[in-house]
């Protein structure tokens, strides 16, 4: 075993990273070695132990727990490894397999002083702290430690949020998105944080990681600095990789760091929230004057960064307030739990709840007060007629999503957090990004981490089942809040908030989230959609208004946004259906907005519904997991039905700006255009532009796009000139257009059909050629995501089907002929979506 571990220590150091952390097969070796070590092995068998097992409720912690225990009461034991050692040892795994054998080892006369100061530092406590307070009744070791909870000593003897840092300048100018930090390409790595971390910036700031490492050898902490930092998916890996980098290693936790200053005039809330959750220091200001390879003070006290000469470069605020209570807790998560942990021992003894940690500044309801819709629903969930801008809330997560790119380093979290069952009503594991072409790791991913997720009481879907987010849709109650671990996730009806992994499986296990509530924007659409124009095309209306109103501008310097970290809500389409409407509210993310709403009829939210039991009610007839999970989830939907009434806006609401379309104005399509979903234009300006591939698919899509589609290319031959990509959202989908016969058309014009997945759009299983221009339906564009080197338009579907005939894009009038003539007449059975309760069982079947 350690000629096996220090040759893969090897192959891992020439690499520039550390060793993976030990099996559970490994840990068993070392703990059999460590009780007769070979000479001279003692140290690196007992560091192996220490250091290089996970925490929490990994498999191998459980070993190190069970293995500790024994040697702490006797029934085994090691010549570097005293009782006292192993007590002081369970007390570095955070929580879930160490605790109860801590909680035993207080009424040890011999040891009890040592489990207690072990517990002392622990927050994931649980179920235990009714047994501890029972004990404490009796026993002076446990008083103590229900002593120390209340006095939030877990938190006091850690070191103070510093009013001064020195750090260097790492920046690199425009935007850096989340593909920059952790590349869609290298998504297989992601649950390996050093060896992801190593494709960081590499086609975005090549050579970066070298020069970080550089000033790091120099002696100096290094800040990141952009201009618009962390747009793009929720993804925690590109967290994960920049803390790598920049951060400090979290002692005990192998192959994780923490900290680490990110400086950016505009963050993506998204990635803002993770960094917090990281335990790193985002901050929020101008960076016009901070250069790459400064070096600068950052004073939090006065809210200023100077250079060396004491020349003031920035201003910025802390904030929020909470920001650094969460940085010394070493995150916002275990800050949560933490003083969640001390209040209630505070209770239990009788006393009132804590004044140690810096309350939020919420703002108070007036007399009358107006909330918007996303405000009222949030509200409920915490049990509240609304909240307000600029409060901190912990609502009630009622449907947990996560997907595969990012499901293992979740469950790495899970494990951490020690949950053994989720407390969130409805937790869904996807695979919908590693299905088509799964590497290795994700073979085996595929094989695991469904029954880790049932045996939690969670819901995974099978390969190829389809996109995470066509079907979290469709086990959502309306009304209620909603994460997922994928910044497309949100809701058409009811609002989700999009997180990283960490704060997904903090929802997951705990049933709640943690959300400072943002500002809303109301888009209010007025007049109807023109023969030809398509909701996609409503989605690109959006930031094209938003261009035209001096309220978002496409170049990234001094960018102005002003859907960023705000939630972007619209009325004016209650006619809609959810699918329709999921549209809208998908493109929400490319807005960088923190969340999305839409108001719709109660009509159309009930047909949904009932469509949605009949599903659920197949998954448990074909053997879905957990199936308890899905039962109450359709008794819930059941409920709702009963009074189908949905939540509206006051009239009073207050927005942070309204923005107005008329549909009746939109009389051409519009695209995004190569490489930034903000940078839109009518079809007009673009026209002419020649195409080498076409894709049709991502969770922007819905069977009637395919069967438009599908009518286009009737009667057309193989245009050899275009790559076509067709890829439907779900199992469902695909095998409705099976049996309606649509693919014969679309294999008749040469297209390539991909299972029911995401393909193209992730850019981690297929991708086109090098330095293609592509007219894709998919959510985003940015560079090098479809291909190295893509040229990329967002779309219609049915503007995509015209330009795979073509090989270029029409002009409005070449496209509106072409729908009216083919898409019009059929409209009626084209934009029909699909209804379980009314389908034969062989299509709504998943075997």
């Known amino acids: 075993m350690i000629e096996a571990y220090l040759q893969h220590e090897k192959e891992r150091s020439a690499q520039g990273i550390p060793p993976k952390p030990l099996t559970p097969e490994q840990t068993a070796s070392v703990c059999e070695m460590l009780q007769n070590p070979p000479a001279g092995k003692e140290e690196f068998l007992l560091a192996l132990l220490r250091d290089r097992v996970s925490p929490g409720v990994d498999p191998a912690a459980e070993v190190k727990a069970d293995f500790l225990a024994k040697i ?22 955070l929580g879930g397999y160490n605790l109860q054998y801590l909680v035993d080892l207080l009424q040890d006369s011999s040891l009890a002083n040592e489990a207690a100061e072990a517990l002392k530092g622990l927050v994931l406590i649980f179920d235990k702290l009714e047994s501890i307070n029972k004990l404490a009744a009796s026993n002076p070791a446990a008083k103590s430690v229900m002593e120390s909870w209340a006095n939030a000593e877990w938190f006091t003897r850690k070191p103070d949020f510093p009013a001064e840092i020195k750090v260097k300048i790492f920046r690199v100018d425009g935007e850096i998105n989340t593909d920059d930090f952790s590349p869609a390409s290298e998504a297989w790595s992601r649950p390996d944080i050093p060896l992801h ?96 390879g400064d070096v600068v003070i950052i004073n939090t006290v006065e809210g200023t960064i100077k250079n060396e000469a004491g020349e003031t470069l920035s201003t910025f605020k802390v904030n929020p307030g909470t920001l650094k209570d969460e940085y010394r807790a070493g995150g916002r998560v275990p800050l949560i739990i933490g003083r969640s942990l001390t209040n209630s021992a505070r209770k239990l003894l009788g006393q009132g709840e804590s004044d140690l940690f810096i309350q939020p500044d919420n703002p108070q309801p007036k007399a009358g007060q ?37 499901g293992m380093m979740t469950a790495d979290e899970l494990k951490e957090l020690a949950c053994l069952k989720f407390q969130a009503d409805m937790y869904m594991q996807s695979f919908c990004h590693t299905s088509a072409y799964p590497k290795p790791a994700d073979v085996s991913m595929h094989k695991n981490l469904p029954n880790f997720v049932a045996e939690r009481g969670g819901v995974a879907l099978r390969p190829s089942d389809g996109v995470i987010h066509s079907w979290l849709n469709r086990l959502l109650i309306p009304d209620t809040v ?120 109660e009509a159309s939210v009930v047909a949904y519904l009932k469509s949605n039991i009949a599903l659920m009610e197949q998954m448990i007839k074909d053997g879905y997991q957990d199936a308890k999970t899905l039962e109450k989830r359709i008794a819930d939907v059941k409920e709702w039905l009963k009074n189908p009434k949905l939540i509206e806006a006051d009239s009073n609401a207050e927005y942070a700006e309204i923005i107005e379309i008329n549909l009746d104005e939109m009389t051409e399509p519009i695209v995004a255009c190569p490489n930034d979903p903000d940078d839109v234009k009518l079809l007009s300006e673009v026209a002419g532009t020649k195409v080498d591939d076409v894709f049709i698919g991502s969770c922007m899509t819905n069977i009637g796009h395919f069967r438009a589609a599908a009518k ?10 275009v790559r076509t990509w067709l890829t439907p959202p779900t199992r469902m989908d ?13 294999s008749a014009i040469g297209a390539r059909i991909e299972q029911p997945g995401c393909s193209l759009c992730m850019g981690n299983q297929a991708r086109v050629p090098d330095k293609v221009t592509v007219f894709s339906t998919s959510t985003r564009n940015f560079d090098n995501r479809l291909g190295d080197g893509a040229q990329v338009f967002l779309g219609s579907a049915e503007v995509a089907a015209v330009i795979a005939l073509t090989g270029k894009i029409p002009t409005p009038q070449e496209y509106l002929d072409i729908y009216r003539q083919r898409v019009a007449p059929h409209a009626a059975d084209v934009y029909n979506y699909l209804q379980f309760d009314e389908l034969p069982q062989d299509i709504v079947s998943l075997v």
Request: glycine share 12%; net charge positive.
């Open 72 to 93: 702490a009461k006797g029934q085994a034991s090691s010549p570097v490894i005293s009782k006292q050692d192993a007590v002081k040892m369970l007390g570095t795994m």
């Open 197 to 292: 971390a190593l494709c960081m910036g590499n086609k975005r700031f090549p050579g970066g990681l070298e020069q970080i490492a550089k000033m790091r050898a120099e002696g100096f902490s290094v800040a990141f600095v952009g201009d618009v930092v962390g747009t793009g998916s929720s993804r925690k890996s590109a967290c994960n990789s920049l803390l790598w980098h920049i951060g400090e290693d979290i002692p005990f936790v192998p192959n994780k760091r923490r900290g680490g200053v990110i400086i950016g005039n505009a963050i993506a809330p998204i990635f803002f929230n993770t960094a917090q959750d990281s335990g790193a220091l985002p901050l929020r200001c101008d960076v016009s004057k901070l250069k790459m």
């Open 370 to 406: 107006g909330y918007t819709q996303a405000q009222k629903i949030v509200g409920k969930a915490c049990g509240l007629p609304g909240v307000l801008p600029g409060t901190a809330c912990e609502p009630k997560m009622t449907t947990v999503g996560s997907q595969d790119t990012t």
């Open 482 to 601: 909603g994460t997922g671990g994928d910044s497309h996730t949100r809701f058409p009806i009811g609002i989700s908030f999009p997180a990283g992994s960490g704060l997904i499986a903090f929802a997951g296990a705990l049933g709640f989230m943690p959300l400072d509530m943002p500002e809303s924007v109301l888009v209010r659409f007025k007049g109807k959609l023109r023969e030809g124009i398509t909701l996609r095309d409503v989605v690109n209306a959006i930031p094209y208004y938003a261009i035209k109103q001096g309220l978002l501008t496409v170049p990234k310097a001094g960018k102005i946004n002003c859907f960023n970290g705000r939630i972007l809500e619209m009325e004016g389409l209650p006619e809609l259906s959810v699918e329709q409407a999921f549209e809208l509210t998908d493109a929400a993310a490319e807005r960088s907005a923190a969340a999305g709403c839409i108001k719709l009829s």
């Open 712 to 721: 286009i290319f009737e009667g057309e031959k193989f245009n050899p000139g």
């Open 734 to 746: 695909y095998k409705k257009l099976m049996a309606e016969a649509t693919f014969a058309k679309f």
